[in-house]
Each structure stands twice: as structure tokens, then as C-alpha cells.
């Protein structure tokens, strides 16, 4: 299994970072992937809780604990698997100059990404289509940038798209609470 997933991240690692890289997707690259950072993620998902209407403010507080529990999760298995950056193993990568100080595995942003893009395609599913896409070129933006390996980030969307599905199905009281709490009804 572990042959198969090392050829997996190879094969994808190299077509992603090396073999599509041209001028234009290293702007791109370098800036899309920011939207999957904590900053744009928290502002945006507290815009919606602060800003947004009755509906968004709910969407808002559960993209909060969706990504809580994501988050906690992903630091966890960094913490513990210590799985270094491509940059720092394999030689041939385009690493943009990025140096981060924690681990590989699993891509934070990734989870990020596809907890909030999940969370609002459950409650808005005509965006669906919209947030997913954006979330895959965020995944993929993570590979293309050195910063992941391709299976950091298909664990970073397991994880994601998981938390965010048990929080909208299994937590959905705790999300009322919090909103009655807040002196936010819909319910």
C-alpha cells in the first residue's frame, strides 16, 4: 500500500508542480491559495455570523464548528505523523521560496477549504458547483506551490468534507444552541 501511494504522490507531484508550470498559473497559484488560509477563512466564515442575514449567520456558526473540529484534527495528525514538506526532501520541486514551520500531512488549507466550501453546498446547493471547484483549485494550488504532497491534500478533503457532513447532520442542536445563545433564530 505504501508503494502505491508514494508512486501516487510522484506521479502527481511531479505533473502538478513540474509538468503544467508555466508563468501565469505561478501568479495564480500563489495567490488563489490564500483564499484556503486562516485568515480568508476566518474572516469570511465570521462575515457570515456577523454580517450575514438570519440564514447566513447559521450557515456562519456552522462553518465555525465544521472547521473547529477540522482544524483540531488536522494539527493533531501533523503533531503526530511529522511528516516533513516536499520542498525540504524532493530536490526537483518549484518551491516559490515558501518555508513553513509545521508539517506536510494533512493540508490545512485543503481541510479548510472543503470544510467551508462542504458547510455552504449543504445549505445553499445551488453554489455547490462554485465553492467545490474553488476548493479543488485551492488543493490543487497546495501541490502545484511544493507546499503538499497530492495526498496531504485527498486526506486534507476526506477530513473536510467529513467534519463538515457530522456537523451539519450530528450537530445540528449544538448549531441551534449556539445561534439562540447568540440571539439568532431561524429555527
Excluded: W
Excluded at 476566518?42 to 447559521?58: A, D, E, P, W
Excluded at 464548528?65 to 526537483?92: C, F, G, N
Aim: aromatic content about 10%.
Amino acid at each position: 500500500m505504501k508503494k502505491h501511494l508514494k508512486a501516487f504522490d510522484d506521479y502527481f507531484i511531479n505533473l502538478i508542480n513540474s509538468r503544467i508550470k508555466n508563468k501565469y498559473l505561478d501568479i495564480f497559484m500563489y495567490r488563489i491559495t490564500d483564499l484556503g488560509g486562516a485568515i480568508f477563512i476566518t474572516v469570511f466564515t465570521l462575515s457570515l455570523v456577523i454580517f450575514g442575514s438570519t440564514k447566513n449567520k447559521i450557515i456562519g456558526i456552522e462553518a465555525l464548528l465544521a472547521l473547529a473540529i477540522s482544524q483540531v484534527i488536522v494539527h493533531t495528525l501533523k503533531m503526530i505523523l511529522s511528516r516533513e514538506r516536499p520542498y525540504k526532501i524532493l530536490e526537483h520541486l518549484n518551491t516559490f521560496g515558501i518555508d513553513l514551520p509545521d508539517y506536510s500531512f494533512p493540508s490545512g488549507h485543503t481541510t479548510a477549504s472543503f470544510s467551508l466550501a462542504t458547510t455552504l453546498a449543504l445549505n445553499m446547493p445551488k453554489i455547490l458547483v462554485i465553492v467545490l471547484i474553488l476548493a479543488a483549485i485551492i488543493a490543487v494550488s497546495r501541490v502545484y506551490l511544493g507546499v503538499h504532497y497530492p495526498t496531504d491534500v485527498a486526506a486534507g478533503i476526506i477530513i473536510g468534507v467529513g467534519c463538515s457532513i457530522m456537523v451539519h447532520i450530528y450537530l445540528a442542536n449544538l448549531v441551534e444552541e449556539i445561534s439562540i445563545f447568540l440571539k439568532i433564530s431561524q429555527f
